[in-house]
């Protein structure tokens, strides 16, 4: 019985995870208690979509606790955070999503150094093309991309451009607006290179978006 309740308890990630892949948003009552309630079905650390889709309905807990300024909350679940994450590395090494997630742990500590970097590099080569993936990645890595190593930032320049050439011109259109004039300074050539079509669409989403 214990086993069927755990797979059917993982069953039910996965289609939560689908639905947070689409950037579907739940409440935070309804986030915090299925954290909690997590632990209860003893989920295995190598069920990598159950423990994504915990990942992904901690990430706007912990952001909403850092913008909220509330210290003890963000430690809190930022150890949450790096501590599954760690795990689910141990079950495969080559997930994309979990480096990148150590990436953003790192940076909301403050931290930009070679180490945390070589978290965002592993990243990128372990999932150079998704989308899914690769539109959380520039939400993170375009705010540090000027002190960002060499093969990194072109890494990321070379994503925000393939993103809006491939239709997806929200995230880069959002990150672009955010961004400081010496770091649109690096993203507008790569804007310039796209074909009309591409760049029509990008201004259309920057009007949109800054409207």
Request: aromatic share 8%; with cysteine; glycine share 4%.
């Amino acid at each position: 019985m214990s086993n069927v309740a755990r797979g059917q308890a993982s069953d039910d990630f996965r289609d939560i995870e689908s639905r947070l892949l689409r950037f579907e948003a739940f409440s935070r009552t309804w986030s915090i208690a299925t954290i909690e309630s997590a632990a209860e079905w003893d989920l295995d650390v190598c069920d990598n979509h159950a423990q994504r889709a915990l990942m992904l309905i901690e990430i706007p807990l912990a952001d909403a606790a850092l913008q909220s300024g509330t210290v003890q909350e963000v430690d809190r679940r930022a150890r949450s955070l790096e501590t599954r994450a760690r795990q689910s590395l141990g079950c495969t090494p080559r997930d994309s999503f979990v480096w990148l997630l150590l990436f953003g742990i790192e940076t909301g500590h403050g931290v930009l150094d070679e180490r945390s970097f070589d978290l965002l590099a592993m990243s990128y080569e372990t999932s150079p093309k998704e989308a899914w993936i690769a539109i959380r990645r520039i939400i993170l890595a375009i705010p540090v991309i000027r002190v960002a190593p060499e093969p990194v930032r072109q890494r990321a320049l070379d994503e925000f451009q393939n993103l809006i050439r491939s239709g997806f011109v929200e995230a880069p259109a959002r990150s672009y607006l955010n961004a400081s004039p010496s770091t649109r300074s690096l993203l507008q050539p790569r804007i310039d290179q796209l074909d009309p079509r591409s760049r029509a669409h990008f201004s259309e989403a920057l009007q949109k978006l800054g409207s």
